[in-house]
């Protein structure tokens, strides 16, 4: 909806998105994380700050922790973008979502898809990190509500059961 | 119900977790934002430049010209003010005339996308006349100073001079008078979720939806009629999930109001999503704050007196401006037993943003100057932390000298667990050079007992509506904001009633469906909501108990309940299962609703002086924490290893809940201690971003270990008390005493920042030297 003449240059780009293909108009500037909530309809995807400061917004691009809000959307053509709501699957939330719940690891949830797709990202790398590496790993997603406590003993309640997905 | 006090009060029960955490774990939880916006306008809002100034001419005509914008308000579209408070609404949710600080709302436009509402904003044309404006208590109160508020002399908002018992003769008979002054920077409640409103204005019915991230839908729905000039009921205010509060939107906040009047003006769906520096600038939190303490002491720790002025820099309008100083004196008491207290409050008016209601409102400040005096006076006199604390315990129940009641009190139980974990008796003292334990005591209100709008209903309403498929729902106007509010409603009921949880579902905060709430504040809503939630759940079993009865043709005292079945005989005649009671509780009446209530009685709403209903409540929450602390002295960098909380809470109805409120406050408090500060730099924000406004990460974030307390409060649901503001106040001077014990430095400051460290430590040493140049030069 733009107003005529304001029409920004767009570009058709090509990405798997929680493993499917999809093909999108995108404008050159679009955001990754506006491209996901607008266009995809991922709202499960945060927007927390102005840019880079937050980690609400953190997905996966071909398996890193990225935040979205300071990824411009053009440059995922190819690539693999993972986001929350493609963890729970066959209707059995993930080993990190059920650890999450169950541990109290979300209080407001704002942060929670973001902190859980960094967790993701970490446990794919490091299938037994230490306390002290989830606390690294984690320490670009803000969270105002736990104090960290409940998350990082989420994050080692996932570690303990890696049999399940 | 009285709890039977002889339980054990170790926490066996794990709790639950949240009823809507899968939602949340999924990403299914929609926030404002997420709600759908496919067709509405895109809201924008012009802010003023300067912190003080008169407007001289505000033109918007080429704003409103330009293609795509479909409308734009002014100050000019609404006369009418806003506020919490009934007695201080002062504000505008657009200037109108003066601007009163840096980033107030000015205009605002909506437009059918982003680009467009930027630059219409861009098109306005705004002239100022500057006027004298002042960014600190001190500048605002000297004398000649422009009034900020011509009503207002002095910039003074409201002092309160309170006066409890003999304080004079209290200072003259104790052993020890120390006196200090200690300064706590503003902060900000820094939620996740950025500020967000998604209005939708119905023209052709003259109806108003307003969904946005309040804890208080009630209020916003008050000023919404008021400041539209709507009749009520055609106004519905529906509460998304909301990424965090902690008293960020306890008050209606500008950018509501200027949503719903730009909906109204685009006969449309407008969406406002604020910046996070826009969301830093609406601000409303804790207020820098100056105290003057003076403490009186027996030789064995008993406090004889207290004195304490304290100096509020408010910023720019009302707000809860008058609560805050006043909570800041009369929760002086409550805490321990203090035979006479002087209390001077000022609340100043300054050219910032206005300050508000921030988790622990108005204790903290106080709090954490009289903890750390505490400490330096058990120092003085060769005495154990513990042990001045000890001195000075309350016994329950009882009534303070500013008549608050304080009916359960598990303080002393409290500083026994935290002792006894963190090994204090073994460690204090005997720690290696550059680390140190430190501990303080903190409490607070289950609720303000006496409600900021006196209307002379219940407290708290909760209907509980049972139909055909035999689901229970819970309908509460309670705000759950990441608490775990709605979740403590189920338990209630689930537990009163002897069925499944998952029998449960509960729907809240939209005014169209569930009862009005007062809001999520002055953690009021488990001692409230809860025992009307509990009152409903009875009223609700017995309509089942007498339907069972006629159906097994027993009288209804015979009638046994366990777990969902209804019995007689222990089952050995005849026995219901749920379905069976439901459909003959149907039979009479159709579908059922019932509804509970809760009211805190008069003699529980404070004394009757002046001010007297704030710091009323019906179950104060204690708590005790130590903080054992790494000292770097080569950079000044300060390193929490480890915390230690105690929190009675009277009973935890979900301890899994609890603990995580305990952990989030003592947090939130090591935040406010050792980084977290907004700074002004001639009235502009210069802390507006998360990078800028430090708090900790996971990496520099402790673990804390959560010890509760259950001290059953003969009020409280199932005993039950606060569990999430109490323990915040506790940390920052815990802290600063650790910081004492580590490197024997007293800081008056907080933030706690490795520069002050650094200060200190650099200054004694200079004093080292020269005393050591002195004495060889003697």
Redesign the interface.
């Known amino acids: 909806?733009?107003?005529?003449g304001?029409q920004?240059k767009k570009r058709l780009l090509r990405l798997r998105l929680n493993g499917r293909w999809r093909e999108d108009a995108v404008a050159e500037r679009e955001l990754l994380v506006d491209y996901l909530?607008e266009v995809a309809h991922?709202?499960?995807?945060?927007?927390?700050?102005?840019g880079g400061?937050?980690g609400?917004c953190t997905v996966l691009i071909d398996g890193e922790a990225v935040p979205s809000c300071i990824t411009l959307a053009v440059r995922c053509e190819g690539r693999h973008i993972e986001?929350?709501?493609s963890?729970?699957t066959q209707g059995r939330?993930s080993r990190l979502?059920?650890a999450?719940?169950?541990k109290?690891g979300?209080?407001?949830?704002?942060?929670?898809?973001g902190m859980?797709m960094a967790a993701a990202a970490l446990l794919r790398h490091n299938a037994t990190p230490t306390e002290s590496e989830?606390?690294?790993a984690?320490?670009?997603?803000?969270?105002?509500?736990?104090?960290?406590?409940?998350?990082?003993e989420s994050v080692q309640a996932a570690v303990e059961k890696p049999h399940d997905c | 119900m009285i709890a039977d006090p002889m339980i054990d009060s170790r926490i066996s029960r794990p709790g639950v977790p949240l009823i809507d955490g899968v939602e949340k774990v999924t990403g299914r939880a929609r926030y404002t934002v997420d709600l759908d916006h496919a067709d509405a306008l895109v809201g924008r809002i012009l802010r003023s430049p300067v912190g003080h100034g008169e407007i001289i001419r505000l033109d918007v005509s080429k704003a409103r010209a330009l293609d795509g914008v479909v409308a734009v308000a002014t100050g000019d579209d609404c006369p009418f003010t806003y506020g919490v408070l009934p007695v201080a609404m002062n504000e505008y949710p657009m200037a109108r005339e003066r601007v009163r600080y840096c980033g107030e709302p000015i205009a605002a436009v909506a437009a059918i996308d982003a680009e467009t509402a930027d630059r219409a904003i861009s098109l306005i044309e705004l002239e100022l006349r500057r006027l004298p404006a002042y960014y600190t208590s001190q500048e605002a109160r000297a004398p000649g100073a422009t009034l900020l508020h011509d009503n207002k002399l002095g910039n003074l908002e409201r002092e309160v001079h309170h006066e409890f018992g003999n304080w004079q003769d209290g200072f003259a008979t104790a052993d020890l008078v120390r006196e200090e002054k200690f300064s706590c920077a503003e902060v900000n409640h820094a939620q996740i979720e950025p500020h967000a409103c998604l209005a939708d204005y119905d023209p052709i019915t003259a109806r108003l939806t307003v969904q946005s991230v309040s804890q208080v839908g009630y209020y916003l729905h008050l000023m919404l009629a008021r400041c539209l000039e709507m009749d009520s009921s055609r106004i519905r205010v529906v509460k998304p999930f909301v990424g965090g509060g902690f008293g960020a939107r306890v008050e209606v906040l500008n950018f509501e109001i200027i949503t719903a009047l730009l909906a109204r003006a685009a006969a449309g769906k407008v969406l406002m999503q604020l910046s996070r520096e826009e969301t830093f600038l609406t601000h409303r939190a804790r207020p820098q704050s100056d105290m003057t303490l003076r403490i009186g002491m027996r030789r064995d720790g008993k406090i004889t007196a207290c004195s304490c002025e304290v100096v509020q820099r408010g910023g720019a309008y009302a707000g809860y401006g008058i609560v805050t100083i006043l909570y800041a004196g009369a929760l002086l008491q409550g805490l321990y037993d203090i035979p006479a207290i002087k209390y001077d409050g000022y609340r100043v008016y300054t050219n910032l943003p206005p300050c508000g209601a921030m988790r622990g409102h108005g204790s903290v400040d106080t709090r954490h100057a009289f903890e750390c005096l505490l400490d330096r006076m058990a120092r003085d006199l060769g005495l154990d932390p513990f042990a001045v604390r000890r001195a000075n315990l309350l016994h329950a129940p009882t009534r303070t000298l500013n008549d608050l009641m304080v009916n359960s009190y598990g303080l002393a139980e409290c500083l026994d667990r935290v002792e006894r974990a963190s090994g204090w008796r073994d460690r204090i003292g005997k720690l290696p050079a550059g680390k140190g334990l430190g501990m303080a005591c903190s409490h607070y209100v289950s609720g303000a007992a006496k409600p900021i709008h006196w209307t002379g209903e219940p407290h708290a309403i909760v209907n509980v509506r049972l139909d055909f498929d035999g689901g229970i729902t819970a309908l509460t106007g309670a705000a759950d904001i990441g608490q775990g509010s709605s979740t403590m409603v189920a338990i209630s009921v689930a537990e009163t009633l002897g069925v499944a949880l998952d029998r449960i579902r509960v729907i809240a905060a939209d005014s169209a469906v569930t009862p009005k709430d007062n809001g999520a504040y002055s953690s009021r809503i488990t001692f409230m909501v809860g025992n009307a939630a509990i009152d409903a759940a009875r009223k609700l079993k017995a309509i089942l108990v007498d339907a069972a009865a006629r159906k097994l043709e027993a009288r209804p005292d015979d009638i046994e309940v366990v777990g969902e079945v209804f019995r007689i005989d222990s089952g050995q005649q005849a026995s219901l299962p749920f379905a069976e009671v439901v459909k003959a509780a149907l039979v009479d009446r159709g579908a059922i609703t019932v509804s509970g209530t809760f009211t805190c009685p008069p003699e529980s709403q404070g004394g009757r002086h002046k001010g007297g209903a704030v710091g009323s409540t019906m179950g104060f929450s204690y708590a005790a924490q130590v903080v054992e602390v790494s000292i770097d002295d080569a950079t000044g960098v300060v390193s929490v290893d480890k915390v230690w909380a105690a929190l009675d809470c009277g009973h935890a109805i979900n301890p899994l809940a609890v603990e995580g409120q305990i952990q989030g406050s003592v947090w939130m408090g090591m935040g406010q201690a050792m980084c977290e500060e907004t700074r002004y730099l001639d009235g502009l924000p210069g802390h507006a971003s998360f990078l800028e406004y430090r708090m900790p990460t996971a990496a520099e974030s402790p673990p804390i270990e959560v010890q509760i307390v259950e001290s059953h409060d003969p009020f409280g649901p199932f005993g039950a008390k606060e569990a999430s503001e109490g323990a915040l106040a506790g940390f920052p001077p815990a802290l600063v005493n650790a910081i004492a014990n580590a490197i024997d430095i007293d800081i008056d400051e907080l933030p706690v920042t490795p520069d002050r460290i650094m200060d200190a430590l650099i200054q004694r040493r200079r004093q080292a030297r020269l005393t050591s140049t002195l004495k060889v030069a003697s």
């Open positions: 909806m733009h107003a005529p304001s920004p909530r991922l709202t499960g995807v945060k927007s927390g700050c102005d400061e937050c609400a986001t929350i709501e963890l729970a939330l979502q059920r999450f719940h169950e109290l979300t209080q407001c949830g704002f942060c929670t898809p859980i989830i606390r690294v984690l320490s670009g997603n803000l969270c105002r509500c736990t104090g960290y406590v409940k998350i990082i």
